[in-house]
Every structure is written in C-alpha cells, then in structure tokens.
C-alpha cells in the first residue's frame, strides 16, 4: 500500500506558495510532520483530504488495485468540535452514514469502534458534556469509522492533559500496523513517542523524510553541552540556536545545536527530535 | 442523513420550546384582534346581544339557500318588524327573540340576512353584468388592441353565469384570508432553524469532515431536503392553527360554497370553492416561504457567524415586506402571504399580448427566484 504525493503545487491569491513541488511516498507506517509555522503542512493535509485543490501534482494511491482513497481516508481535524446535542454514538452512526459505511448492526459497529478508544462507557452521553479529552477521542474514533487505510490526524493532542495525551499515543500506535497514519503537530514529543518516520517540511517543501534514528545521526556531533554561568549563558542564547537550558544552582547546563563546538568545554551530546527541528528550522516545531 | 440533520436542528429543547411559545403566541395575538380587555376581564369586541343572535340565525339560514329557507326569511322579518311595532324599544331582555330583543331582531333581519340573501340571490345577474361588459369592450378594442380583447374575453367568460347558492358567514373568511401574523411567526422560526444550516458547520469545523468524506453533495442535499420539509410543515402547521383558531372565534363555513358566496370577494378572478381557496392560500403561502427558505441556505453559506446570517436573512425578509408596498401585485413575492388581496379583485399583466394573472406571474418569480438562490447555495456551500 503506496500513497504517493508527486509535485503538490498550491499558492494562495497573494502569490506566496503554500506548497512547492511537494512529493513524498508513503507506505504503511507512522509519519510525523514537523515544521515551523507556515511551513505548508495544513496546506498539504486539506490536499490531500480534498478540502483544497492543488494547483498542480498529484496524488496517487494504491492497495492492490484500489485507487480510489478518498473512500478510504480518516481524517480528524484540529480543533475538531461535535454536535453537542448528539450522542456518541449517534456521532459514530453519522460517520457512518457521511462514509456510507454499512453495517448488519450500525449501533454494534459503532459501539466496537468506542471500545477502541475507550468512549464505550460513555455512549449514551452527549457530546455537550464530553471533556476536552473526550471529544478527542471520539474525533479519534469517527476517523476510524470505515476501517480507513489512510489516517490523518492534524493537530490531535492539542489541549490535551498529559493522561489524555498518553492514552491517544497508545491508540495511534495501535493502529500502525495496517495503515498509513499522518499525524501533522506541533508537539515534537508527539511525533517523537509514536512515529517512526518523520517528515521535515518548510517553505512548502520537503526537507527531508527519515526515521528518527536516521534524523538524528545526521546532526550527529552537532549537539552541544556546555555548563556556564549566566553571562556567558544569554550570550549564547543570543547568538546560537539553544535547544534547552537547565539551571544548576547559579550555573547553567546549554543545549547548543551548531555545527562548531560553541565553547571550549562544550561536549557531543546524542541529538534529539527537538535538536532536529532546532537545527533545520531554528524553533521547534 | 437527513435523520442527522433534523437530529442537528430540529430536535433540540431551543426549537421545540419555541416552536410551541409562538404557537400560544399565534394564539395570542387573534385572541388580541378578537378580545378588548376591561378591568382585566376579557370582553368580545363588539360582542353584544346582536352577535348572540347573528349566530343563531346563521345556524338557521346560514349554508345551501333553499326556497323553504326564503320563505321562511320573509315570514320571520314580517314577523319581527310587527313585533318591534309592538314591543318599541325595550331594555330588559325578553324570551322568544334571537337577540333578547324585538329591535335587534328586526335589524339582523333587515341589515345582515336579507341583503346576505339578497348578494346570494342577484350575484348572479351581477356577474353576468360584468361579463356582458366585458364582452362588449372585446367587441370594441377589437380594432385597437388584440392584448384587451383578449383580456376582455377572459374577463367575460371568467364571469359569465356565476351563481351563489350559499349565505356565507363572511367575517370569518376574510380574518383568515387577511391573516398574516403567522406568516410573520414561521418566518422567524426559519430565520431561527435555519440560519446556522451551513454556518454551524463551518463554525465546529464540520465542513472539513464533510468535504474530506467525499459526500459533499449528499451533505447539502439533505439540508436542502431538511429546509424544504421544515418549509412545509411550519407553513401547514401555523396555516392549519389559523383556521383552527378562526373558526373556533369567527366561525369558518360552506367550505363548497364559491369564493364570491362572500361578498368581500364578489369580484374574485377565480371561479373556486371557500375549500380550494384554502389551498391556494397554503400553497401560495408556502412557496414564499420555500423562497424565503432558499435565501436564509444561501445567507447561512457566508462566513461562520449564525448570527450575522440571522440579521441578513431578517434584513431580507423586511426588504421583501417594504417592496410589498409600492411593487405591482405580479411582483410582490411577500403579498402571496396574505391571500385576500388575490381573491379581492381581477388583475392580470401582459405577458407578450397575453393577459397572466398577476398571481401566476406572483408565483412564478417567487420560485425562479428560490431556484436560484439554491443552485447558488449547492454551489458556494462546503467550499
């Protein structure tokens, strides 16, 4: 099962391209998509989910002959909300008659997909009275509706307390195994936790596209250590890309992403996510 | 999908308790038109012993005319102006007359039964007065215009030999043709209902989970269905409670009686029965509805503000009422609401030579104008 995205092309009317000959294959799997802000990858999600026409590319799909993956997509917005007046699992059932998705038992099918994402107990309640996590979940749960094959997920874990934000990387990484799974967010921790590929994007293109592994070990030896006092801190703040400070005592432990050695004392310290985003975009996420 | 969406915005606690408060408040406002108050107790305006006995009376000479019936008007008015000569005027009520008294019952004989009687009676050399006048202008525009000849034609045969079999109790069907309020009250709900259609679901985001379904046109086909039904049934509901409300304070009749049978529509265009007048007051009612619904779907596909869509599509709504006053009846989209202008008198327009009632084209701009602002929401909406 492919999902290839060729030459995605899309500007907006003051000519700024949101997407610049964008191509990427996907295969089953978890993706992350990582990039600062403007980078395109909302432009890239309503591509793909048909909210938006490209200006030019394509997208191809294939699982054995099936092209045809719109019928095939799940798709939870950011800042997805539901009709407070519904149900659970009447918003399950209304998925599943927007997806044209048929079952012997639709209230059945639609109780097996809130088990998945343990909303099972809460079905009968509606929307209006589900917590902020609640509704997540059932936004997690109306993507799932119709067994999709492709998975997107655009901002899922904002807002999210930290137990919330746990149990939804529990129910992504169940569903990797048959799927392709985009998850677009701003929480590089997110990505870090559940996807095992990561997509670098920025100015509309893609930068790159690894494994974390991968990502990693090619900034190797240019993340930095060093322990300061504060001076010497905010000067490094000032002119490198700092990743992380930690205060000890009245000293400071800097994090540096640089491609030289940015103090005497600085030692190579194993990169992470976040020293990625740091080194190719400057921020992160 | 349609279950969903009058899951979405009908069923909710908001609609049903106002649908039902303007239902008591439809209920309000006639019992208003019917009722003075004095001293906090309800009085019958105009409710004196005359009206007691008008009714009385009307059960007994009111619907099918027979000769039995006239003769026995006749009999009875001798019988009450003999009666008034003997008794004068008197203040106590007594037994033995309609009103308690022998003056009121010699006046409802003379100013309501007999010329009721009497509408009945000559209506029938009156319309073919008119047809015979009508007739006679074909004859002479025959040279000048073929549009009058043929309109003065139509005139003629639309006239000739009616009759009215029927003594209507007429104040009734005027009430009920004249009646507007709750046209009034189902627009506001429409307004209420319908201006967050689109808007609500572009304001949770919902649009984004409709277009990336790929049923983006069965999506906006059940609102549209949701719009059209919810169109319909306001306008029976609140059309049906009109009657039921009329009849039970003004009393509606003769439903097979002619339109004309009441005086007030002696020169109605059209040769119908009280009963598909009915009809034609509901369809017609509700097809400005149907385009009043039209334009609060496409209002509502502008921006994410059900609010701002409810202001506009008021705004709207109030456009159409002013245009009512000074555009000519074959125009007037918001006049098809109060009937009685279309059976009070004939009005065509000319259509290339042909002579339209003004009512078809009425109609017929009013669904050409819904069609369009359809067609525009199927295309702007869930874009």
């Known amino acids: ?285 | 999908m349609l279950k969903y969406e009058i899951k979405k915005y009908i069923l909710k606690p908001s609609v049903i308790l106002c649908l039902i408060l303007f239902l008591l408040l439809n209920i309000g406002k006639y019992f208003e038109l019917f009722y003075h108050f004095d001293g906090g107790r309800a009085i019958v305006s105009g409710y004196t012993a005359l009206s007691e006995g008008e009714s009385k009376l009307y059960e007994k000479y009111g619907g099918l005319i027979t000769d039995e019936k006239i003769e026995m008007l006749k009999s009875e008015l001798k019988t009450a102006e003999a009666k008034l000569k003997e008794y004068g005027i008197i203040e106590e009520p007594m037994e033995g007359f309609y009103t308690g008294y022998p003056y009121g019952d010699a006046e409802l004989f003379k100013n309501t039964f007999i010329p009721a009687y009497e509408y009945a009676i000559f209506y029938f050399r009156y319309s073919n007065e008119i047809s015979e006048a009508a007739r006679q202008n074909a004859v002479y525009y025959a040279e000048f215009s073929d549009y009058e000849v043929r309109k003065n034609t139509l005139i003629s045969s639309l006239y000739k030999n009616r009759r009215v079999d029927y003594c209507v109790k007429g104040n009734g069907w005027s009430a009920f043709f004249d009646y507007k309020f709750s046209s009034l009250l189902v627009i506001f709900l429409l307004i209420f209902i319908l201006s967050p259609l689109f808007s609500s679901e572009r304001a949770g985001g919902f649009d984004r989970l409709i277009i990336s379904s790929g049923k983006r046109k069965a999506a906006i086909r059940s609102k549209l269905i949701l719009a059209l039904l919810l169109s319909f049934f306001l306008t029976i509901i609140f059309f049906f409670e009109d009657m039921l409300i009329i009849d039970a304070f003004s009393g509606l009749d003769c439903f097979n009686a002619p339109i004309y049978a009441v005086s007030e529509f002696q020169n109605c265009s059209f040769d119908i029965t009280l009963f598909e007048s009915c009809v034609v007051s509901a369809v017609s009612r509700f097809i400005v509805m149907l385009c009043f619904t039209s334009i609060i779907c496409f209002l509502s596909t502008f921006g994410k503000n059900t609010a701002v869509s409810g202001l506009l599509s008021f705004s709207v709504g109030a456009l159409f009422v002013l245009l009512s006053e000074v555009l000519p009846q074959s125009l007037d989209i918001a006049g098809l609401v109060y009937t009685s202008d279309l059976f009070r008198g004939f009005s065509v327009v000319n259509i290339f030579g042909f002579p339209v009632f003004s009512v078809v084209t009425a109609i017929l701009l009013t669904l050409i104008i819904a069609t369009l602002f359809i067609i525009a929401t199927v295309r702007r909406a869930f874009r």
């Open chain 1, 1 to 285: 099962m492919t999902l290839q995205i060729r030459e995605l092309s899309k500007a907006y009317s003051k000519g700024k391209k949101a997407l610049d000959s964008f191509t990427l294959t996907l295969e089953k799997g978890v993706y992350g998509i990582l990039g600062p802000n403007g980078a395109g990858k909302s432009t890239l999600i309503n591509c793909i989910t048909g909210i938006i026409k490209a200006d030019s590319g394509s997208i191809i799909f294939d699982d054995n002959g099936d092209r045809d993956y719109m019928k095939r997509l799940g798709f939870l917005p950011q800042n997805q909300d539901f009709y407070p007046n519904f149900t659970a699992r009447e918003m399950i059932l209304y998925s599943m008659a927007l997806k044209d998705v048929k079952a012997d038992d639709p209230k059945a099918y639609a109780d097996e997909i809130l088990k998945r994402v343990n909303l099972y107990d809460d079905r009968n309640k509606k929307v209006g009275a589900h917590s902020g996590g609640m509704k997540q979940r059932l936004g997690i749960a109306q993507a799932l509706v119709g067994e999709p094959k492709i998975v997107i997920f655009d901002e899922p874990t904002a807002g999210l307390d930290p137990k919330e934000r746990i149990r939804f990387r529990n129910v992504i990484s169940s569903l990797a195994n048959d799927k392709i799974v985009i998850l677009a967010t701003h929480i590089v921790t997110d990505i870090a936790f559940i996807a095992k590929n990561v997509v670098l994007m920025d100015k509309g293109r893609m930068i790159d596209c690894a494994s974390q592994t991968e990502l990693c070990s090619n900034i190797y030896g240019k993340v930095w250590e060093t322990v300061t006092d504060y001076d010497k801190g905010m000067e490094l703040m000032k002119e490198k890309r700092v990743s992380n400070v930690v205060s000890e005592g009245e000293l400071f432990n800097v994090r540096v992403v640089s491609d030289e050695k940015p103090t005497e004392d600085a030692v190579s310290v194993q990169p992470s996510l976040e020293d990625v985003c740091i080194y190719h975009f400057g921020e992160i996420g």
